[in-house]
């Protein structure tokens, strides 16, 4: 009945510790408002955004050119390409990119508006440098429409709140769980050693989920689970520390409950209560130096003269007068 009730206990408390590591991870990396900076700077970067971009502005480039202009579509899309190299283009991305993660988090209420005349213009400039001759073909600022697929975000301005009450309320079962499963255990240094297994698959595991899935979403033929997949990426940052300290933890832990056993074999057995006191050794019966297991024989032990024998023994009278 203990063992099970110990089991019953560890099994809550593991279960709400990973619960409460996996909303601390998500509240640390993607719902963090303090990270929107680095994830606008590593979604510019991100090819499934670049590509949008370029593609609309190829577009753009191309109903701006007089009909019949000899141009190249490959060219058209390198010198989109290459416009949004340009400081102009940048900023105006990374700013549409900061609103719509700000959007996500609930820090922005309003519309995710896109300011897309620094990118036609950036493209027109590069065109040109490309095609000198098209100067005059083409006006200031073609017309450009470019949608974002992170303009079409949900918003979830509930989930960071929510997200960080849930782990200070799992972290608090998991201690109190685990806590109480260590006090019932009779095997005490198994439990600390099923912990410190936990933490090493839980630490191991974020490291493949939580950085492998989303680069593999980044790779998805969908500019919505792209452009997630996109921001996981580059939030993944805060949650290296934590990963390698809490694998290091296991490791301690499985090492601690090993040297646990090895403390407790150690500990010499306490005597039964009531009982005999051990011997220090073995006893050996006493033996006849005949190289036998047969008794000793009695030895008479000499008598002293003048004394009567036992009442067995004949006494002389001579012998007593004696």
Request: charged share 20%; aromatic share 6%.
């Amino acid at each position: 009945m203990r063992r099970a009730t110990s089991s019953v206990l560890i099994v809550i408390g593991l279960f709400a510790a990973s619960v409460a590591w996996w909303a601390f991870a998500a509240r640390f990396t993607v719902l963090d408002s303090e990270r929107s900076a680095r994830i606008a700077d590593t979604l510019v970067e991100q090819p499934v955004l670049r590509d949008a971009v370029a593609e609309g502005l190829a577009s753009a480039l191309q109903q701006a050119l007089p009909p019949g202009t000899p141009i190249e579509p490959e060219m058209l899309d390198a010198v989109a390409h290459q416009a949004l190299d340009d400081p102009r283009a940048t900023a105006a991305l990374r700013s549409a990119l900061l609103a719509s993660h700000q959007r996500l988090i609930g820090e922005y209420d309003g519309p995710v508006s896109f300011d897309v005349s620094p990118i036609a213009a950036a493209g027109r400039d590069a065109l040109v440098a490309a095609r000198p001759e098209l100067a005059g073909a083409l006006p200031d600022e073609p017309t450009l429409a470019v949608e974002l697929p992170t303009q079409n975000l949900p918003k979830l301005g509930w989930l960071p709140e929510r997200t960080r009450e849930l782990a200070g309320l799992a972290f608090l079962l998991a201690v109190t769980f685990l806590g109480l499963g260590i006090v019932a255990a009779s095997d005490r240094p198994g439990v600390l050693s099923r912990a410190g297994r936990w933490a090493l698959r839980a630490g191991v595991f974020w490291a493949l989920f939580g950085w492998g899935l989303p680069y593999l979403m980044t790779k998805i033929d969908e500019p919505r689970l792209a452009a997630l997949g996109a921001i996981g990426v580059a939030a993944v940052g805060p949650m290296i520390a934590p990963a390698v300290l809490l694998v290091s933890a296991g490791i301690a832990a499985l090492f601690g409950a090993r040297a646990w056993r090895v403390a407790l074999a150690a500990i010499p057995p306490a005597p039964p209560s009531g009982g005999p006191s051990p011997q220090p050794g073995p006893v050996w019966p006493a033996t006849s130096g005949t190289a036998s297991w047969d008794p000793i024989p009695p030895v008479d032990q000499p008598r002293r003269r003048g004394y009567p024998r036992r009442d067995d023994e004949k006494v002389s009278s001579r012998n007593w007068r004696a």
